[in-house]
């Protein structure tokens, strides 16, 4: 790890570890869609040694033991494992509260059902905009929309909440009225209008993704004008949208500190202080080896960046070092090269620079869907060709 600060103390100073109440089970890297944006890693491809349903089994064990309570299944698209029902039971039965995040491609209404009788509490299904082209070029399937719109219906038959995610960037976020109608037309429950947080592929394609500060500014006046508009009919659809930090002058509490409630357990079995932390130059323990209650108070991963002792200036005299816990350490690596520095979205950093660079370099961008690098490239290729 590069930086002057001596990181020998860590372990000694997190003296207050809290418990890892959200446990993110990442089943798997695999997926069936290319979108630009993904989260997963951009080498996902070369991690393909997945836990055994025995392996996770005990994982989900190890996390309830611990005090975990809240469930996702993850990944790529958790639909591709086909022991998916049986890890939900394996939850249910140990009391956690399960939620299966997807992109609804490989759902059918038997499944649906399956998993209900499992004991899953909440499924989320992700779109790619509101019309089928858009979210077809995006997604890489020509039937992605409409297998999407079936399975949100099915979900909200078999008596789940409809909970309807949507990753907004500036090819999509002209199209805020159109997917809020869409959402009240399904008789969504909530949405999750996630504007891109740039961590892996999401950020090789920032320049062809970053809206402009005056997309996103019409872009929550008409997240506001809908939110009043369904308030004064007696709607109980509610619409959270998450702004990027990039137009921020004060930087995220991420993940509400390192290592302090998320943990996330890759689909090899590497435990993370959070989904993104792999691209990071720290070495990180896995659950075939250390048990997960070590790899939580012992490990130097997990201590790496608790407590402040190392923080740099203008972290370590800040005021606000405890609300924020210095941002992001994933983009304060991404962005500067050091992991230890504050994260540049912050207006005291001496990095914002670049955050400013980046929004200058949205209000003139001019890169078309077909300029963007795709998850799975022969998908795109094949998609634009038509």
């Not at 077809?136 to 079936?150: C, D």
């Not at 690596?333 to 990095?351: E, I």
């Not at 670049?354 to 001019?366: M, Q, W, Y």
Request: with cysteine.
């Amino acid at each position: 790890m590069s930086g002057p600060h001596d990181h020998s103390a860590r372990n000694q100073e997190a003296t207050d570890v809290g418990l890892p109440l959200w446990l993110l089970a990442e089943v798997t890297y695999r997926c069936p869609l290319q979108c630009p944006y993904c989260s997963n890693p951009i080498d996902f491809a070369r991690n393909r040694d997945e836990l055994t349903t025995a392996e996770w089994a005990s994982v989900l064990r190890q996390g309830r033991a611990m005090g975990a309570v809240q469930l996702g299944f993850s990944g790529g698209e958790p639909l591709v494992r086909n022991d998916l029902s049986e890890l939900i039971s394996e939850a249910r039965s140990l009391g956690y509260y399960s939620n299966l995040i997807t992109s609804g491609i490989g759902l059918t209404e038997s499944r649906v059902l399956d998993f209900l009788d499992a004991g899953l509490d909440h499924i989320q299904v992700s779109f790619q905009a509101s019309d089928p082209e858009l979210n077809n070029a995006v997604a890489g399937s020509r039937r992605a929309f409409e297998q999407k719109l079936a399975m949100a219906r099915a979900v909200k038959e078999a008596g789940y909440l409809m909970v309807l995610n949507f990753v907004i960037h500036r090819h999509n976020i002209h199209q805020m009225n159109d997917i809020i109608d869409l959402c009240e037309r399904l008789d969504a429950d909530y949405v999750e209008l996630a504007t891109c947080q740039y961590y892996g592929w999401a950020f090789r394609n920032r320049e062809g993704l970053m809206p402009s500060k005056d997309q996103l500014v019409k872009a929550e006046e008409e997240v506001n004008r809908n939110r009043d508009r369904l308030a004064e009919q007696g709607s109980a659809m509610k619409l959270i949208f998450v702004t990027p930090d990039y137009y921020e002058e004060r930087p995220k509490a991420c993940m509400n500190g390192w290592g302090s409630v998320f943990l996330t357990v890759a689909p090899d079995g590497t435990a993370l202080p959070c989904h993104s932390a792999r691209l990071l130059p720290i070495e990180f323990p896995n659950v075939r080896d250390t048990a997960l209650e070590s790899i939580w108070y012992e490990s130097a991963g997990f201590n790496h960046y608790r407590g402040d002792s190392w923080m740099p200036e203008p972290c370590r005299s800040c005021d606000e070092k405890d609300k924020d816990f210095g941002g992001c350490r994933c983009q304060a690596f991404l962005l500067t090269g050091n992991a230890d520095n504050a994260d540049p979205v912050c207006g005291k950093s001496p990095h914002h620079d670049r955050i400013l660079a980046a929004r200058r370099a949205a209000d003139h961008a001019t890169a078309g869907l077909e300029d963007l690098t795709y998850r799975n490239a022969r998908n795109s290729r094949i998609l634009f060709r038509g």
